[in-house]
């Protein structure tokens, strides 16, 4: 396969990149930050520029961030001048180090590095010079966004099947575009219903305290025509008990085998009230976000800065400045209030200690038998 050509194919149907790689060994990505307000689009050489950009959320959701992470290790490869194997692959698990301090939560960012190393060292097993490992490394930089476009429009059409035409759907934080490299999860799968001709209404919780869902998902649906309401995140138990959602649709930055669900601050909130009133409550997220080795609730939880809570995006203070504040940025939802989890690969429902590792093992022997 043509990556190059394949990844061009499939940008050319998005109407938002948010990320790319540039031939000459440049990162641009869309600065989320300054949605709705502003498109500036940011540009770095260096993999510390892109760990930073990580990390200050001007590139953030899961497979956005895997995608950044697999490409500020094709950063680092690219411009090392190492003269040898040995000193590039050291370079390289340097780069991975400062990748991997950037945000805990989100399992694709050490799913992508991970998957970069295990590139490089393969290819350095073979290698006459540094040249061939870093053709190798960015080569899997590149496959890792394909094949995160790739997912997200199969999540896509697979999930298409669970909407019926009128839902009334309610998704919370970010999941389109915005947070992957360039269609989206939850957003991908009502982009994918819209495309087949239902018709959906969103309503969409404006997600305090960054407001991913009232700038970034608002402006996304806006963008492409797609009806939405904004809502607060407390009205949701309000807009439930009136009958007003059909179902729930969120994506995920870590899943466990037995399908606890990290995702941002207030969806396990949204799940405890849609299981009250009934509601079907969907994960849409892809492989890349299942964490093999972990189960139960003990999900790496980010706490940020004070500020994000004692501020409006940092412009309007907007109580006592010495307050003190907690601020994790993500929770985790139980398996038992999860209707389903959608990935590329099909969909998982309960037991998920069952259904995820079988689909996981249905992916190895698929990318074995394709690689074979």
Known sequence: MDVDKRLEELKSRLKIRPIEWLEDGRVRWLDVRLIPWEEVYRETR?????AQAIRDMEIRGAPAI???AAFGMALAAYHSRAS???ELLAELEKAAEVLRDTRPTAYNLFWAIDRVLRAAREAARSASSPSEVKDAVVLEAKKIMLEDIEANMAMGRIGAKLVQDGDRILTHCNTGALATAGYGTALGVIRAAVEEGKEVHVI?????????????TVWELVKEGIDVTLITDNMVGYVMSKGLVDKVFVGADRIT????????????????????????FYVVAPTSTIDPNLRGPG?????????EVRTVL???????????????AFDVTPPELVTAIITEEGIAVRPFEVSIPRMLESKRKRVEGKEG
């Open 257 to 280: 085998v037995d399908g606890y669900v990290a995702n941002k601050i207030g969806t396990y909130t949204i799940a405890v009230v849609a299981h009250r009133h009934g509601i079907p």
């Open 46 to 50: 260096d993999y510390r520029r892109l």
């Open 66 to 68: 895997g995608v950044a």
């Open 299 to 307: 999900i790496p939880i980010e706490e940020r800065s004070p500020d």
């Open 204 to 216: 969409a919780t404006e997600t305090r305290p960054l407001l991913q869902g009232a700038r970034l």
């Open 314 to 328: 940092g412009k309007l203070v907007i109580t006592v400045p010495e307050v003190k504040v907690y601020n994790p």
């Open 84 to 86: 040898t194997v040995e």
